[in-house]
């Protein structure tokens, strides 16, 4: 029986991750659940799966959420309740599956403390890697969870190092593929959001449609794998169904393919190497021309792919640089103060803009982040 807890349990990919334990009662036990503020699901889930320990984002929220629950359930609140979760003797496996920066030190305190760690959240990765991975003791104590890290994840899997050339993360090229330049800057965020295969969350789906949710698992998947820039591309495959597909140094590639479904690659993560099927009902695959057809990019129409190419290759702060300006350009054309083409844009002039030294620590990687927040939101006043 293997003792998890998910963070980041009320979103699409916790609530996956927890439909995989549903349908493993029998393997799994569900200890510690934590949430943003939605203390009412919460409460929920852990009625559900019995889980004693639970963690909000906030004190009241925590505080709320403690008079709905049984006396014998801890309630915790914020990073250090995360980071206190993370570290329990009594959990197994933690799965990162939050967005945003606030679980990074959790996610350190696991990886030091020997746990299985299953990790979903690119900030984590992008913004901090440089103290993240150092903290990895084996090959599988970091799982990568997205479906398409967890494809390269899986094909690397009895391979040498040296043998690798290149990996290609697959994209589905979003809603917008096909359409001219000229109509993109008509997009609203209703149009945005309407992601022809994935159901996710408004930031990662506006992300998905402008490519640049593409650039930074590029960048996620270089500190994850140690590879170089020019060992990772990306490459447009409509139907979704190859995930991921590593090229070796002897010509021979390997890619992993499966429904677009975040239960296969949750799946593997828990049961690794065993091979279960995510639950009772899942679907068997069913091959087509169109599941197999792969395309370049358009880096022209979709500019945020390259300007996060080139965070990649710069290095130092510009990864985190690209991440705390995307949040504030994604929420701005959300809120309509700025047109869907301008993403790009402004997150390139807030790179353009910084001029101070790399970080030399994740204090400082994280004060960077906040500096590219704050930049942008200037840029994107200035626009409104």
Known sequence: MKRVAVIGATGSVGSSVLDVCRHHRDRVEVVALAAGENGEKLAALSAEFAASKLCLASREAAATLAGKLPSSAETLFGAQGLKTLAEDPDIDHVVFASSGTSAIEALQAALRAGKEVSLANKESIVVAGAWVMPLVRGRDQLRPLDSEHNAIWQ????????????????????????????????????????????????????????????????????????????????????????????????????????????????????????????????????????????????????????????????????????????????????????????????????????????????????????????????ICDGMR
């Open 155 to 378: 094909c690397l899997q009895g391979e040498g190092g040296g043998n690798l050339r290149k990996i290609y993360l697959t994209a589905s090229g979003g809603p917008f593929r096909d359409w001219p330049a000229e109509d993109l800057k008509n997009v609203t965020p209703e149009m945005a959001l309407k992601h022809p295969v994935w159901s996710m969350g408004a930031k990662i789906t506006v992300d998905s449609a402008t490519l640049m949710n593409k650039g930074i698992e590029l960048i996620e998947a270089a500190f994850l794998f140690g590879l170089e820039p020019h060992q990772v591309e990306a490459l447009v495959s409509p139907g979704s169904f190859v995930h991921g597909l590593v090229e070796f140094e002897d010509g021979c590639v390997k890619m992993l393919a499966g429904e677009p479904d975040m239960r296969l690659p949750a799946a593997s993560c828990l049961f690794w190497p065993e091979r279960l099927s995510p639950s009772r009902d899942f679907p068997r695959p069913k091959l087509s021309p169109r599941d197999l057809s792969f395309g370049p990019a358009d880096e022209g129409r979709f500019p945020a792919l390259r300007t996060a190419k080139e965070a990649l290759a710069k290095g130092g702060a510009y990864p985190a640089l690209l991440v705390g300006a995307d949040e504030v350009a994604v929420d701005r054309f959300m809120k309509k103060d700025i047109p869907f083409t301008a993403i790009p844009q402004v997150v390139e002039e807030t790179m353009a803009a910084y001029s101070n030294a790399a970080p030399r620590s994740l204090g400082e990687a994280l004060e960077v982040l906040e500096w590219a927040r704050k930049y942008c939101a200037s």
